[in-house]
């Protein structure tokens, strides 16, 4: 793992990195050939920058620049769930979950054990990971005596839909499996572990509900904010959605739209979230991270806001800070309606489109649209444009 120390603060952010994942032995023999620095860290460089929320400038992180910062990288393919070693049967050893203990139990001894607050953060697979662990990593620090420590979890680009394909495909690889398929496959191949209090809400063999956010969410204890696109491109990936160059059918686009509306329910009860209605992934670690608002609010101020909260609940449950909101979930209807939203290319070309562009390359109908909500097209297009 790499570690960057802050000797004066008492806050330490330990990264989970994403990636993916590979479910058999066909599957991870070809990463191993493809995406080997996600398989063994024979080739990771000495040093690394942190960008975003690991930035040391405070310019590009406001709210965390400041802390003990801890990346760990991601070398073992199962959601960070894995605790199997190479075996007979077994080519590979899938440890996803011991090497989040065994950081722990390192960093104890160089400065965590002094720590108020373990904010336990990862994107994509790393987001996912940081559900099935956050529970974990408290439960292992109060064991080792370190009640004081406040662990809590940031979950980016991890929440993810057990929703039904756009097409279906058959369970060949990473990309075309679906979601369930995939993780019911993995959790038997890499002895992958869930926590208790969700695995009790399923049968036994449904244990891959626990990697899907909006089921295990509502048994975890340590407070976990969640952070996900409307429309992240890798769930449309998994659900067969491809936004290549060919215009998008309608049925794709209804499905597109219906996937932000799923999405949107699903965290209606999530204490503490920031979902812009963008078609992206990731975001935590981009350095453009502090740009993206929702609702007037960007996700470092957001963030800012939760410590805060926390920090007011211990003292007294006091109600929520004026001002200073929490549950941030865009409420318009399709991709990049948030005027904020990250820049988008064409995937072909590498040119960068506006909002129009996009739509139409969507197979977006202004006229159709505009006549749905009772608009001239005109007015549409002037209200598309400013984002509203």
């Known amino acids: 793992y790499y570690l960057k120390e802050s000797k004066g603060s008492r806050r330490w952010l330990l990264f989970l990195e994403g990636g993916w994942y590979c479910f058999n032995r066909e ?6 050939e493809t995406m080997r620095r996600l398989m063994s860290s024979r080739e990771w460089p000495a040093t690394r920058v942190g960008t975003g929320i690991l930035s040391s400038q405070p310019e590009e992180n406001p709210h965390w620049w400041n802390a003990n910062m801890v990346f760990i990288p991601y070398c073992s393919s199962d959601v960070w769930s894995g605790a199997s070693s190479k075996s007979e049967k077994n080519e590979y050893a899938f440890m996803g979950a011991l090497i989040i203990q065994e950081v722990i139990k390192e960093l104890l001894g160089k400065g965590l054990s002094t720590a108020k607050v373990l904010l336990l953060a990862g994107s994509s697979a790393g987001g996912t990971g940081v559900l099935l662990n956050v529970d974990r990593v408290a439960e292992q620090l109060e064991e080792m005596g370190h009640h004081d420590i406040q662990v809590r979890g940031l979950a980016d680009s991890g929440w993810f839909l057990d929703n039904k394909q756009y ?3 058959d369970c060949i690889d990473t990309i075309t499996c679906a979601p369930t398929e995939a993780i019911r496959r993995g959790i038997r191949y890499w002895n992958g572990i869930v926590p208790e209090r969700c695995k009790l ?17 509502p048994t975890l204890r340590c407070p976990v904010f969640v952070v996900q696109w409307l429309f992240d491109e890798a769930q449309l990936t998994v659900d067969n959605v491809h936004l290549t160059g060919q215009p998008v059918q309608e049925g794709q686009w209804l499905y597109i739209q219906n996937l932000g509306r799923e999405l949107r329910n699903t965290l209606k009860d999530v204490t503490a979230s920031f979902a812009p209605a963008c078609l992206s992934h990731e975001i935590i670690t981009r350095n453009h991270w502090t740009d993206i608002q929702v609702k007037g609010t960007s996700l470092p101020r957001a963030l800012h806001c939760w410590d805060r909260s926390l920090h007011e609940s211990n003292k007294n449950g006091k109600v929520p800070l004026k001002g200073c909101p929490i549950h941030l979930i865009d409420s318009c209807p399709w991709p990049h309606c948030n005027p904020s939203c990250p820049t988008i290319r064409d995937q072909f070309t590498g040119q960068e489109m506006n909002v129009i562009q996009f739509l139409m390359h969507m197979g977006f109908d202004v006229q159709k649209m505009a006549q749905q909500q009772g608009l001239e097209p005109s007015k549409l297009l002037g209200m598309l444009s400013s984002g509203n």
């Open 27 to 32: 599957n991870c023999d070809s990463r191993y």
């Open 167 to 169: 097409r279906r495909t």
């Open 201 to 217: 809400q399923f049968k036994e063999g449904e244990e891959w509900n626990c990697f899907f956010g909006y089921k295990i969410y």
